[in-house]
């Protein structure tokens, strides 16, 4: 049996708790001609904070796609730097050259010593 461990943003929070407030039709208040002015002021004021929330989750989009390119082209650089310092510590490697230790190197392959 596979268990995953969740991290901290695949956990549930309270976030996740929220429901459509108008799905519940019971109320305390008396059903009456003026009630609907209220329903129709709630249900406004509900869609102008969610067309608001959209409009920050697009910015915000657009902020985190800046930065992962940001990030995707600092690793970019990075991995040339060390592979350009990798290359200059072992040197090129050089088919059938042979190391004190008797042993033939083969051609790619990176020998550390510790």
Do not use: C, F, W
């Not at 959209?54 to 991995?79: A, D, F, N």
């Amino acid at each position: 049996m596979k268990t995953s461990i969740k991290t901290l943003q695949e956990i549930s929070g309270l976030h996740d708790l929220r429901t459509y407030t108008g799905a519940v039709r019971k109320s305390g208040k008396p059903d009456l001609p003026t009630t609907a002015i209220l329903d129709l002021y709630m249900r406004r004021n509900e869609r102008d904070r969610l067309v608001k929330e959209l409009k920050r989750l697009r910015r915000r989009r657009i902020q985190l796609k800046g930065r992962l390119r940001e990030v995707e082209k600092e690793m970019t650089k990075l991995l040339e730097k060390a592979t350009k310092t990798a290359v200059k510590l072992r040197g090129t490697a050089v088919k059938g050259r042979v190391n004190p230790s008797g042993r033939s190197e083969r051609k790619g392959k990176m020998v550390l010593g510790y």
